[in-house]
């Protein structure tokens, strides 16, 4: 036995003694935990570290920039078509409506115009300005064929 470990030695078990029992006093209130743990805080000055430079880190930043760039180019060549369609859309009935109030505008003016064409209001003016109808005497006709018309000509 003498080559056994001291853990397997059954005597040593006997001899422990028993934990006592301390009475404890109702107000106190218990231990938080870690609070025996000290924990100190050391500035740490790394201002005059060089970080060494990556050979590999260079040419992977451009190939993501790359790789960014390549999907950004194309998305927009998938979305341009929907966007420019939707633009397109909006650009179209704007015109429709537009179409819609001028032929409104076109009906009103074309009213207004009939109205102050109207044979009743034109006899109406002529009567405020004293204007009469000529009669058939007061007429006289132009032709174009004779050249020696005395009426259209003064001479002095």
Known sequence: MATMPAFMRRTEAAARPTAVRVARDPFQL?????????????????????????????VSCWSAIGAASLAVALLTGVLAPSVASTLAGYKMESL????????DERRTLELQEAELLSPERLEKLAKNQNLVTPQSGQVVHLDGDKPESSVAMVVK
């Not at 000290?38 to 201002?47: E, H, P, T, V």
């Open 30 to 58: 218990r231990p938080l935990p870690q609070e025996d743990v000290f924990f100190y805080c050391k500035r740490i000055d790394n201002s005059r570290l060089v970080r060494d430079a990556d050979p590999k880190a260079r």
């Open 96 to 103: 429709r409506s537009e179409e819609r109030r001028l032929v």
